[in-house]
């Protein structure tokens, strides 16, 4: 796409479904309620799995939601312009979605008693994701190149910034009892385990069949088959279908599969630089 990013205290965003007024108003006047749930990742970490989830959960494992709404207005993003027009209609508890960063989140949510789930991945496979999903989505400029975009994405210089800034100021919240953080690789390893600690996080009980259920409906496989989910009823003007699709390839470790050696290590040490003083060590590290 052709456009220029602007920027918003820093961060850069698009002009199609974002603009400085609303991030403002975000930031300064979304009113934050006691029982929101806020999915905040950066892109590609994982944001629509967890939406399912907390879709299933929020249905007590009933799969017929999931099934007949579309997934961006069952969690819309709080900071797009279309969000900001779907959140008018979810039901309370709202589940609701942002990649926004630390610094510019809605202020009412720290003096609130809602909660964050904050997912991450593997950087190395975030930034794989990104390149192909950057290039189907029409708010992404399109990447000129694998070695060009890596170097955007080290650099923090696309859409919503860098995922070292990103991380590093969601740390912040870490030890805070109204945040709780999920991996990617963890939601790989063990669904229902990870299923049944979100659920004892926002407090909600639900059976071991209950939690089966949503671990069947919320399955890479089953996701990729719903259209509710799998994004293939976006619009022509937010998503080009002929170039991918959303549901790519959903494993962990696919960046061995596109990094070049030297890219790799390269990748290593701005991870390390960047990284460096943050008191916090991910699994990935070293891997
Ligand atoms: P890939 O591009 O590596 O396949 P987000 O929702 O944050 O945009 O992240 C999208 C990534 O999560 C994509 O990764 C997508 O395939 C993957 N994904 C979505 N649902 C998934 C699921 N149920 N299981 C595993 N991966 C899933």
């Known amino acids: 796409m052709a456009f220029d990013y602007f920027l918003y205290k820093g961060v850069k965003f698009s002009p ?11 930031e300064n006047e979304f009113q934050v309620l006691d029982d929101d749930v806020y999915i905040v990742t950066y892109p590609k970490s994982g944001t629509n ?3 399912e989830i907390l879709s299933l959960i929020k249905k ?9 709404v579309v997934i961006w207005l069952r969690s819309p993003w709080i900071e797009t312009k279309e969000g900001q027009q779907q959140i008018k209609d979810v039901s309370r508890p709202r589940v609701l979605t942002s990649h926004l960063p630390f610094h510019i989140f809605p202020k009412s949510f720290f003096t609130s008693k809602a909660k964050i789930i904050y997912v991450m991945r593997n950087p190395k496979d975030i930034f794989v ?3 192909f999903f950057a290039k189907i989505i029409c708010h992404y400029k399109d990447p000129e190149s694998f070695e060009q975009y890596l170097e955007d994405f080290l650099q923090g210089n696309i859409l919503y910034n860098s ?4 991380v590093k100021g969601w740390m912040q919240m870490k030890d805070n009892s109204n945040f709780f ?5 963890e939601l790989h390893q063990d669904l229902r385990g990870c299923i049944t600690r979100i659920c004892k996080f926002i407090g909600k009980e639900l059976d071991d069949a209950k ?5 069947k409906h919320s399955s890479f496989e089953v996701m990729k088959e719903n259209k509710m ?3 293939s009823l976006g619009t022509k003007e937010f998503i080009d279908h002929t170039k991918g699709s959303f549901m790519r390839k959903g494993m962990a470790g696919d960046w061995k599969n596109h990094f070049t050696v030297a890219q790799s290590e390269h990748f290593d040490r701005v991870y390390q630089e960047k990284m460096k003083d943050l008191n916090v060590k991910f699994f990935w590290e070293g891997k």
């Open 49 to 51: 799995w967890l939406i």
């Open 211 to 215: 939690i089966d259920l949503i671990a």
């Open 181 to 185: 953080i999920v991996t990617y690789e």
């Open 16 to 26: 199609g479904s974002y603009s400085e007024e609303l991030l403002n108003s975000v």
């Open 229 to 231: 989910s799998n994004y």
């Open 163 to 166: 995922w070292f800034d990103h």
């Open 60 to 68: 007590d494992a009933d799969p017929n939601w999931v099934n007949s």
């Open 129 to 131: 994701s990104l390149f």
